[in-house]
């Protein structure tokens, strides 16, 4: 079963402006990690935060964790028309399972 | 970093025959690897727990008498799909853990099965 659910479902912009994704789960998790995937390929992980942390960077990503309120966004800045794809949070779902979000479709127009 | 192969990356069969996809860890070990399917625009959803040298799990849901599951060596595991129908056709996606204390999953590209 799912665990998270992300909104926006879908999200248009222009390139350079920025793009925030965001995510909540519903039960306690060990760590959240972000997912992106372009269209009918395999997943890229961009990055993994910990729940002891509340936010991370990694290059033009940044990511915060609220625990408290059982979500999670992933910021770009300076959006590029390559960053068009999906974008799916993950959560540990006990062991090594990984449960995914629902996703957000990015697109991002030149 | 550590790679997952997925073999082959698309397959079309015909309805009624079974479908094999192999899931390999290249340059690491993996006692446990994951199967997720994939519909379109959809996200992934998890569908068993390969386990090496023992009987996988399945998600509630799936089943596992049509998704036969084997994790004969520490760096291979396969999915057969058997008697495929056309609803089977879907985006198939493998992972393993990078082990350690590490929870970062290694995801295979995907193999697209397509039944006509």
């Known amino acids: 079963s799912q665990q998270g659910e992300e909104d926006p479902q879908a999200l248009s912009i222009q390139e350079g402006e920025n793009a925030t994704m965001n995510c909540s789960y519903k039960?306690?998790?060990?760590?959240l990690q972000w997912y992106r995937q372009n269209s009918g390929r395999g997943l890229v992980h961009l990055i993994l935060i910990r729940s002891n942390e509340r936010e991370k960077h990694s290059g033009r990503l940044r990511v915060t964790l609220d625990t408290s309120k059982k979500s999670s966004s992933l910021l770009i800045t300076a959006s590029r028309a390559a960053d068009t794809a999906s974008y799916f949070c993950a959560t540990d779902g006990g062991g090594f399972k990984t449960i995914f979000g629902a996703g957000t479709r990015l697109f991002v127009k030149a | 970093g550590a790679v997952v192969s997925q073999h082959p990356s698309w397959v079309i069969c015909k309805s009624g025959t079974s479908v094999k996809i192999e899931c390999r860890s290249l340059d690491f070990q993996a006692t446990t690897m994951f199967w997720y399917r994939q519909f379109p625009k959809q996200s992934l959803m998890l569908m068993a727990t390969s386990n090496e040298g023992s009987k996988a799990t399945y998600e509630q849901g799936v089943e596992k008498d049509k998704f036969l599951i084997n994790h004969a060596s520490l760096t291979l595991s396969t999915l057969t799909v058997t008697s495929a129908h056309p609803e089977d056709s879907s985006f198939y996606i493998c992972?393993?853990?990078?082990?350690?204390?590490?929870?970062?999953?290694?995801f295979g590209p995907g193999t697209r099965l397509t039944v006509t």
């Open positions: 039960t306690s998790i060990n760590n």
């Open positions: 992972s393993a853990p990078g082990g350690g204390r590490s929870y970062e999953q290694y």
